[in-house]
């Protein structure tokens, strides 16, 4: 039997000495995203709370929708006009209609979905959207 050469041997000492557990590691995803990790258990809350009294729930829900989807939000509200314009009027009147019907419905969660969008930059800057996120990596030309 030969014995194999020493490059070809593993090498001990990188390996750390003890492995992280599964729930040790949840716990260091939850410390390093603490505000998210904040907003996550009140989201859960708030879906246990719809269930027993659906404005305020939804409000709750809403809220944390708007605060973490407000720059998608305004996105959509700037290009509504190219969509009246390429699908035609009547699209947008469905589509409207369905927006108040649902805010009607669900008036707890359209109320804090509104009031989470437009409190966002109180709670810190806005979250850039995957166009401004390419943008922000696209080299800058210099004159």
Same mark, same amino acid.
């Given at each position: 039997m030969t014995v194999p050469p020493e490059e070809h041997k593993p090498n001990l000492k990188d390996e750390p000495e003890t492995k992280p557990t599964f729930l040790g590691g949840i716990i260091n995803l939850f410390k390093g995203n603490f505000l998210d990790t904040i907003a996550y258990i009140i989201l859960a809350l708030s879906?246990? *709370? #719809?269930? +027993?009294?659906?404005?305020? =729930?939804?409000?709750?829900? =809403?809220?944390?929708? =708007?605060? *973490? +989807?407000?720059?998608?939000? +305004? /996105?959509?509200? &700037?290009? +509504? &006009?190219?969509?009246?314009? #390429?699908? =035609?009027?009547? /699209?947008?009147f469905v589509l409207i209609a369905a927006l108040v019907a649902f805010m009607i419905a669900a008036s707890g969660l359209a109320l804090g979905l509104f009031l989470g969008t437009f409190m966002r930059p109180i709670f810190g800057h806005a979250q850039k959207t995957g166009e401004e996120e390419s943008k922000k990596d696209e080299p800058t030309k210099n004159p």
């Open positions: 879906l246990i *709370y #719809t269930c +027993f009294n659906s404005f305020n =729930g939804g409000l709750i829900a =809403g809220f944390i929708m =708007g605060l *973490y +989807f407000s720059s998608y939000v +305004f /996105k959509i509200v &700037r290009q +509504f &006009r190219e969509f009246l314009i #390429t699908d =035609g009027i009547f /699209k947008g």
